[in-house]
């Protein structure tokens, strides 16, 4: 099993900056992609962000040119830098990881943090 531990939402005002770290615990697991989901009231969750192991990304495209991902591979740590924050992008943020558990299964597992609040205020 993985288990994702998020931290770094809270409360900024428009135009700050917030930093979003989520790391990967557990034995015996190799992760693959990792990305950020963001999901507002009444919304769907929606993709924010991804990165592959070898560094490739992707973006929505609201967030582009504001927001950028980056992981630690060796720590299997992935962060979300957020920076020129608008209120729209107030939401409920998830760490998502694709993961292989064993050397025997050749399957990738999906596993999801449990979420951070971040609020843009006007």
């Known amino acids: 099993q993985v288990q994702l531990v998020e931290s770094g939402g809270g409360l900024v005002q428009v135009g700050g900056s917030l930093r979003l770290s989520c790391a990967a615990f557990g034995s015996g697991f190799s992760i693959g992609a990792m990305g950020w989901f963001r999901q507002a009231p009444g919304e769907q969750r929606d993709l924010v962000a991804a990165i592959i192991s070898g560094g490739r990304t992707n973006y929505a495209d609201s967030v582009k040119g504001r927001f950028t991902i980056s992981r630690d591979n060796a720590n299997n740590t992935v962060y979300l830098q957020m920076n020129s924050l608008k209120p729209e992008d107030t939401a409920v943020y998830f760490c998502?990881?694709?993961?292989?558990?064993?050397?025997?299964?050749?399957?990738?597992?999906?596993?999801w943090g449990q979420g951070t609040q971040v609020t843009v205020s006007s």
């Open positions: 998502n990881a694709l993961a292989r558990i064993s050397d025997y299964d050749i399957r990738e597992y999906e596993y």
